[in-house]
Structure formats: C-alpha cells, structure tokens
Nanobody
Framework: QVQFVESGGGWVQPGGSLRLSCAVS????????MGWYRQAPGKQREWVAT???????YYANSVKGRFTISRDNTKNTVYLQMNSLKPEDTAVYFC?????????WGQGTQVTISS
C-alpha cells in the first residue's frame, strides 16, 4: 500500500525559505512522476509542482521562480525547496503520485508564513 509522509514545514517570516520532504513507500518510486500540492484554509487543494520520472519539472505560475522540486530515487523521496516565501504560501502541503495513487494522501505538513 502506497504511503506518503511529508515533513519540513514550519513557521517562517515573509522572504524566508523552507525545504519540504516527502518519503514514499509502497510503489516503484523511480517509475512515476511526483507532485506537490497545497491546501490553504477555506480553499480547495491546488497543484504546486510536478517532477516526472525523467526529471522534467513543471510549476504553478504562483510559485514559478521561487520553488524548486527535486527527487532522490535512492531515498524514495521528493523535495520542495521554497524560497522568497509569501503569506499567500501559507497552507498544508502534500505530495502525491498523480499517475499511480491520485486518491491517496498523507497527513501533509503545515507551512505558515507571517511576520
């Protein structure tokens, strides 16, 4: 059974940085694209970034140039480096394998940006 365990969230001031990690088990990690998503209070979950199994990357316009998605297939882990954080980035962040287990979600990790 596939599992996603997100970590690395926290509170930072605007302009700060965080690096999120997502450990994946129960699937052939290297074979699938991975994505990061987020859900702000009172809003629907939205897509943030995707990295394919060939390491092509795609970003939502709202985070392009500030966030970087990467993966380590030896550790079955996907990362999200977040720089120049803004209050509107406040949300619970989740990872997912959209082409393998799109309906399975972990507990997420809370990211709060405020002064």
């Amino acid at each position: 059974q596939v599992q996603f365990v997100e970590s690395g969230g926290g509170w930072v001031q605007p302009g700060g940085s965080l690096r999120l990690s997502c450990a994946v088990s129960g699937m052939i990690f290297s074979a699938y694209a991975m994505g990061w998503y987020r859900q702000a209070p009172g809003k629907q979950r939205e897509w943030v970034a995707t990295i394919t199994n060939g390491r092509m990357t795609y970003y939502a316009n709202s985070v392009k140039g500030r966030f970087t998605i990467s993966r380590d297939n030896t550790k079955n882990t996907v990362y999200l480096q977040m720089n120049s954080l803004k209050p509107e980035d406040t949300a619970v962040y989740f990872c997912n394998a959209p082409n393998y287990a799109k309906d399975t979600w972990g507990q997420g990790t809370q990211v709060t940006i405020s002064s």
